[in-house]
């Protein structure tokens, strides 16, 4: 084998410095990768280390052997076939170091076919530096690339091509990925357009995507699960009285402070400035919190306002809120009105006050020569078709007539007073009023922020 190669190698018709000729083609050179460990260096500064060996091919047609009576079928050398053959100058252009690895030597190992096929294979440790974007952190999705560059020739020369079966393997026991698990592998390939010293050159490249995918279940228990309970935790004060001033106060202090102590701290977030999905969830149970103390002050303050009722002119839950701004009290115009032409001494109310009658009486209303209405009872009697009827004055209708007057006037007033204290709060029960809206209003808010904030994150 010794002789064989350095017969091949010899100086008079191989020159190691000029790569193969290839009919006025570009050369391909195919690739091959083994993974067979890899992890990941940082959790938001994202970087992959990777172990791998790395399979080149080409056709070298000086090194073919198979018209020669060797009986050798496969030519196999590490450092001095290495020394003596063309070799592509392949580079990573995304790394941060990196190493051929071997326990005495480097691990370089070239095959050589009869045909002038070349295998070659060394095995490599690389820090790749991978671009992250962390917008929906925790819930998000990263890639990172191992770009593989030619080093010296452009593509009218040489080309870099991934092998046509299995161009990726990978080792799934020895994936050591702490925070992410891999999605799946790409493997693409493309053209690097360079201008340089006024002439544009085209390298080929080779790309080999990792897609990674954050492990969020520490996220969820340590930070959304606890801090949906803090929100939680801040309606109990919905159940209590109004003036537990004492009580309420600490709950919803102690509950705002505890969720700004349970914010991420040390290397576990992000320190970056662009917007996440985990500051939108803490803006919001934020405001949450903060809503739960403005209305435990809201409430308080109407509570220690008096207690004097308040007039209402419905009772809606518009018109209570409406009465909180001025708890003076007042009485709405539609009950002046109605209680101006409630008087006895209205007209309206004295011909509804002519139901009460007997059948048998009739009112008869006229003006005097002031242009005041009075009334007078006329019975009437049909003695003769010619006759008019005959006005009764008589001391026991007049009683009678006082009487049913008198009791028509009790019932319209207890009906009155009866409509107005139903449109009457005071501000112990006003206060009640919005803690209990506030039970059903808060949580309901919240299940549709969860709603949208959880379909955005996780299904979007």
Request: charged residues 25%; aromatic residues 14%.
């Amino acid at each position: 084998e010794s002789e064989l190669f350095a017969y091949l190698t010899d100086s008079c018709r191989y020159d190691k410095f000029k790569k193969p000729y290839s009919e006025n083609q570009p050369m391909i050179v195919k690739a091959k990768i083994y993974v067979y460990y890899f992890k990941t260096t940082s959790s938001f500064k994202l970087g992959i280390e990777v172990q791998m060996l790395l399979e080149l091919k080409w056709e070298d047609p000086r090194l073919r052997y198979s018209d020669l009576d060797t009986g050798i079928s496969l030519l196999i050398g590490e450092k001095f076939l290495f020394n003596n053959i063309w070799i592509p100058h392949i580079f990573m252009t995304n790394e941060k170091n990196s190493l051929v690895l071997g326990p005495l030597r480097k691990d370089d190992l070239i095959s050589v076919l009869p045909s002038g096929t070349v295998l070659f294979t060394t095995r490599l440790r690389s820090s790749l530096v991978c671009q992250s974007y962390v917008g929906k952190f925790p819930f998000d999705k990263q890639t990172c690339d191992l770009v593989m560059d030619s080093w010296r020739y452009n593509t009218s020369a040489l080309r870099l091509v991934w092998d046509e079966v299995n161009p990726v393997l990978l080792h799934w026991g020895k994936v050591g990925l702490a925070e992410f698990y891999l999605i799946h592998l790409e493997t693409m390939s493309s053209s690097d357009f360079i201008q340089r010293a006024g002439r544009a050159y085209n390298y080929s490249s080779l790309t080999l995507r990792f897609h990674l995918g954050r492990e969020y279940g520490f996220y969820l228990m340590d930070y959304y699960v606890p801090s949906c309970l803090l929100v939680i935790l801040s309606w109990v004060s919905f159940w209590q009285n109004p003036d537990a001033l004492p009580s309420r106060a600490y709950l919803g202090t102690l509950t705002m402070l505890t969720f700004i102590m349970l914010g991420w701290s040390g290397d576990s977030l992000p320190r970056t400035s662009q917007f996440m999905a985990n500051d939108i969830w803490e803006l919001s149970c934020t405001v949450f919190i903060f809503l739960s103390l403005v209305e435990f002050a809201f409430v308080n303050t109407i509570d220690r306002s008096g207690s004097d009722s308040v007039k209402l002119k419905r009772p809606t839950t518009k018109y209570i809120l409406k009465s909180t701004v001025s708890l003076t009290p007042r009485e709405p115009r539609s009950l002046n009105r109605r209680r101006v032409s409630s008087a006895p001494s209205s007209p309206e109310i004295r011909k509804h006050f002519a139901q009460f009658l007997a059948p048998d009486y009739q009112p008869d209303f006229q003006k005097n020569k002031f242009g005041i209405e009075q009334g007078t009872l006329r019975k009437r009697e049909t003695t003769n078709k010619n006759h008019s009827p005959v006005e009764i004055t008589t001391k026991k209708d007049a009683c009678d007539f006082a009487d049913k007057l008198n009791k028509a006037l009790e019932k319209v007033k207890e009906d009155e007073e009866r409509s107005v204290l139903a449109f009457m709060m005071t501000p112990q029960e006003i206060a009640q009023f919005i803690d209990e809206k506030s039970r059903i209003v808060f949580p309901v808010a919240f299940l549709i922020f969860n709603i949208i904030y959880w379909s955005s994150t996780l299904l979007l």
